[in-house]
């Protein structure tokens, strides 16, 4: 299985802040990284996809980069509802695995 | 738009099947856009991809969990169901379904791009 690996596994900032979390692939897996928002008691939501294309109705404040293994999401000013755990997944190769998460906490 | 919503028991005896089901509306389950999945979140931990299938009925599972696991489609409901064997207090999770969509940019990229809201299973006798 190809390993996913997030930092920080958590993070304080405020308002406003520009925040942002890495993803590392055990292996290479190209382009083919997504990125999630998690909040308690909703549904996931897609935020990128293919590593930087933006998920229809998903603000312009997130960005992703990346190739390879390592990977990048940018939330360039975080409002009161992108405090939330945010996950990478890899969909090069079945099984699909997730990075362990990134819990993003009001400061 | 698509929308999916799981339903099932939230409680399961140790030993026992587990049996969720996702009804999916918006769109058909047969639509050739889509591959239908299964996810899972234990207490605390992160998110494990069970398994998806088309609506030809062609699954793929986790390999830890391939032994255990059957996801079926009903096209007459347009539902899709997750079965999950011989659980244990291991098997306690959030379960969502969600929809896999793709686009092609000269290969093709999958993402779950629709989540259901999960549903609590906890595995206690």
């Known amino acids: 299985d190809i390993q996913m690996t997030q930092s920080p596994s958590s993070l304080s900032a405020s308002v406003g802040d520009r925040v942002t979390i890495s993803c590392r692939a055990s292996q290479s897996i190209s382009s083919y990284l997504n990125w999630y928002r998690l909040k308690p008691g909703k549904a996931p939501n897609l935020l990128i996809y293919a590593a930087s294309s933006l998920q229809s109705g998903v603000p312009s404040r997130f960005t992703g980069s990346g190739s390879g293994t390592d990977f990048t999401l940018t939330i360039s000013s975080l409002q009161p509802e992108d405090f939330a755990t945010y996950y990478c997944q890899q969909s090069y190769s079945t099984p699909y695995t997730f990075g362990q998460g990134t819990k993003l906490e009001i400061k | 738009q698509l929308q999916l919503q799981e339903s099932g028991p939230g409680l399961v005896k140790p030993s026992e099947t587990l049996s969720l089901t996702c009804t999916v509306s918006?769109?058909?389950?047969?639509?050739?856009?889509?591959?239908w999945g299964w996810i899972r979140q234990p207490p605390g931990k992160g998110l494990e991809w069970i398994g998806s299938?088309?609506?030809?009925?062609?699954?793929d599972y986790k390999p830890s969990l391939k032994s255990r696991v059957t996801i079926s489609v009903d096209t007459s409901r347009n539902q899709f169901s997750l079965e999950l064997t011989s659980v244990t207090a291991a098997d306690t999770a959030v379960y969502y379904c969600?929809?896999?969509?793709?686009?092609?940019?000269?290969?093709?990229?999958?993402?779950?791009?629709?989540w259901g809201k999960g549903t609590t299973v906890t595995v206690s006798s």
């Open positions: 969600a929809s896999l969509g793709s686009t092609w940019y000269s290969a093709r990229y999958y993402y779950m791009d629709v």
């Open positions: 918006g769109d058909s389950i047969s639509s050739s856009s889509y591959y």
């Open positions: 299938i088309y609506y030809s009925g062609s699954a």
